[in-house]
Nanobody, 125 residues
Framework: QVQLVESGGGLVQAGGSLRLSCGAS????????MGWFRQAPGKEREFVAA????????LYADSVKGRFTISRDNAKNTVYLQMNSLKPEDTAVYYC??????????????????WGQGTQVTVSS
């Protein structure tokens, strides 16, 4: 089992920045592909970014490419999402996810076996 806890969400004005963190505990963290997803009210959960266990391969949704950066620190069992130039349409609950095995970064929720409880990000115009 892997337990994931997100933090760092909050209220920010458009154009501002936030950094989300996701701490992992339980099974060995370093071999998991990690992802960030988000879900706005009335919408389906959507992919934001993902990173391999080595950090050598990253994948981003087109809507956040160039603004968001995913990274990880395996020594701290933590994955980060640096969000810059935030827009009102980025408002959502952001979820951290971990795969159950070593996989290439995936945009699909079904490729991730463990999920955090989510952290709210609200961007005001």
């Amino acid at each position: 089992q892997v337990q994931l806890v997100e933090s760092g969400g909050g209220l920010v004005q458009a154009g501002g920045s936030l950094r989300l963190s996701c701490g992992a505990s339980g099974r060995t963290f370093s071999r998991h592909t990690m992802g960030w997803f988000r879900q706005a009210p009335g919408k389906e959960r959507e992919f934001v970014a993902a990173i391999t266990w080595s950090g050598g391969f990253k994948l981003y949704a087109d809507s956040v490419k160039g603004r968001f950066t995913i990274s990880r620190d395996n020594a701290k069992n933590t994955v980060y999402l640096q969000m810059n130039s935030l827009k009102p349409e980025d408002t959502a609950v952001y979820y951290c996810a971990a795969s159950g095995s070593e996989i290439l970064p995936s945009r699909e929720t079904y490729d991730y076996d463990y999920w955090g409880q989510g952290t709210q990000v609200t961007v005001s115009s």
